[in-house]
C-alpha cells in the first residue's frame, strides 16, 4: 500500500515538473481567492483592525498584480513562486499580529488550496511546508510561544489543522494528477490508433490510384507504365523543388491520375499508328476535361484533379484546355508537366524512338519560359546531370 502511494506521488510529481503551467485557470484560481480573500477580510477585519486589513489588502493586491501578468509573463513559473513567496510572508505577518477570532484560521485551507492548486506539487509542496514549518515554530519556539494573542492549546490545534489540510490537498492532487495522466495516456492511445486507421485509409486509396493508373496505361498500349513513370519524376522533381510530406504525396497522386481522362478517349483514336487529322486531335485534347470531370470534388484524393486538368497548359498561356499560364496555376501543374514530356521524350513512341538525355535537356532548356515553367526546368535539368534522374 505504501509502495503504491509513493509511486503514485512520483508519478503525479514527475507529470506536474514536465507539464506547462495552464494560465488561463490559474487566473481563474487567483481571481476566486481574491473574492473570498476580500469578502472575509471586509467581515471579519474592517478598519477596527487596520494592520491585519491592510495586511489582508496587499495579499489581495499581489494576487491580482500576478493575474495580471501571467499572460504576459516571459516565465511563469517564476512568477507563481514569487506569488507564493508573497502569500508567506504576510500569511506569518497575519499569523503574528492576528487575534484569535477565527480570521487567522483561513489559512488552514487557503495558504495550501492556493499553492496547490495555483503551483502543484513541484512548486507547492515546497511553499506549503515551509509555511507549515515555520508557523509551527512560531507558535511553539518564536515569538507567539507564550503569547496572549493565542490560547495554549492553539500552538496543537493550528498545526495539526494545517498539516492535516496539506495532506488532504495532497491526496487530491495526486488522485486528480494520476486520473489527467492516464486520460492522456488513452489519448494519446486513441491519436496512434487514428494514425494507424489514416495511414491504412491512405496506404488503400494509394493502391486503388495506381489501379486505375494502371488501367489507363493498359489502354495505351504506346504508353504502356507512362502513368507511374510521371507519378515518380514528378515526386523526384518535387522533392528537389522543397515539396514534402502531404504536399509531396498529392504531386504523386496527382500526376498517377493525369492522363484518366484517356479513358473516355476511343481505342482507335488512342492507338492510331499514323498522324491524327485535326478532328481526332481536338478529341484527344478532351482527355483533359473528362479528366478534370471524373476527379474533381473527390474529397479523398485533394488536388488530384490538377494534373489531369492542366498537364497541357504552357508557362505562355498558349497551352489547352484554358490557356492558363504562369502564376494562374499552382506550382505542382507544372512539376507535371515537365514530368510528362520527359517521359514522352525518353520512351519509344510508334512515331519515333526515345531521345537521349543531352537531348532532352536542349529541348528543356530551349522551352524554358514558353512551355515550361523555368523553375520546375532548372530542377529537372539538374537532375538529369546528376544522374538521380536517368532515361531510357
Not at 476580500?38 to 494592520?51: K, Q, Y
Not at 473516355?264 to 487529322?277: E, H
Not at 524512338?353 to 535537356?361: A, L
Request: proline share 3%; charged share 20%.
Amino acid at each position: 500500500m505504501l509502495y503504491r502511494i509513493w509511486s503514485l506521488l512520483k508519478e503525479a510529481y514527475h507529470y506536474e515538473k514536465h507539464s506547462t503551467l495552464d494560465s488561463d485557470y490559474l487566473r481563474q484560481v487567483l481571481t476566486l481567492a481574491v473574492v473570498v480573500l476580500f469578502a472575509l477580510n471586509l467581515s471579519c477585519n474592517g478598519l477596527g483592525r487596520p494592520v491585519v486589513f491592510v495586511l489582508t489588502g496587499l495579499i489581495c493586491l499581489v494576487l491580482l498584480m500576478v493575474e495580471w501578468l501571467l499572460p504576459r509573463a516571459k516565465n511563469e513559473k517564476h512568477l507563481v513562486m514569487f506569488s507564493n513567496t508573497a502569500l508567506i510572508v504576510m500569511g506569518l505577518l497575519l499569523l503574528v499580529l492576528n487575534e484569535n477570532d477565527g480570521f487567522q484560521n483561513l489559512w488552514f485551507f487557503l495558504m495550501p488550496a492556493t499553492l496547490f492548486v495555483q503551483s502543484g506539487l513541484p512548486i507547492g509542496l515546497p511553499f506549503c511546508t515551509a509555511y507549515g514549518l515555520a508557523a509551527t515554530c512560531f507558535l511553539w519556539l518564536g515569538p507567539l510561544a507564550g503569547s496572549t494573542l493565542y490560547r495554549r492549546d492553539y500552538a496543537l490545534f493550528y498545526p495539526a489543522a494545517y498539516w492535516s489540510f496539506c495532506l488532504l490537498m495532497i491526496t487530491a492532487d495526486i488522485f486528480y494528477k494520476h486520473y489527467r495522466i492516464r486520460q492522456e495516456q488513452s489519448e494519446k492511445e486513441m491519436e496512434r490508433e487514428v494514425r494507424a486507421t489514416i495511414c491504412e485509409a491512405r496506404q488503400l486509396m494509394v493502391s486503388s490510384v495506381a489501379a486505375i493508373s494502371q488501367m489507363i496505361d493498359e489502354k495505351d498500349r504506346y504508353t504502356s507504365e507512362h502513368s507511374h513513370r510521371v507519378a515518380e519524376y514528378a515526386r523526384l522533381i518535387g522533392a528537389h523543388m522543397g515539396f514534402a510530406g502531404e504536399e509531396l504525396d498529392s504531386l504523386y497522386r496527382s500526376a498517377l491520375l493525369h492522363d484518366i481522362g484517356k479513358i473516355a478517349v476511343p481505342d482507335a483514336i488512342l492507338n492510331k499508328p499514323s498522324r491524327l487529322t485535326d478532328e481526332e486531335f481536338d478529341i484527344m485534347k478532351q482527355h483533359t476535361v473528362w479528366g478534370r470531370k471524373i476527379l474533381e470534388g473527390l474529397e479523398f484524393l485533394p488536388q488530384a484533379d490538377c494534373g489531369a486538368s492542366y498537364h497541357h497548359e504552357r508557362f505562355d498561356g498558349k497551352g489547352y484546355p484554358a490557356g492558363l499560364k504562369g502564376g494562374q496555376l499552382p506550382e505542382m501543374v507544372w512539376i507535371i508537366s515537365v514530368a510528362d514530356a520527359l517521359d514522352a521524350m525518353g520512351s519509344d513512341r510508334c512515331y519515333r524512338g526515345h531521345c537521349d538525355r543531352d537531348y532532352i535537356i536542349g529541348e528543356f532548356r530551349k522551352l524554358s519560359g514558353t512551355q515550361f515553367e523555368p523553375a520546375a526546368v532548372k530542377a529537372v535539368v539538374e537532375l538529369l546531370e546528376s544522374g538521380e534522374i536517368a532515361v531510357q
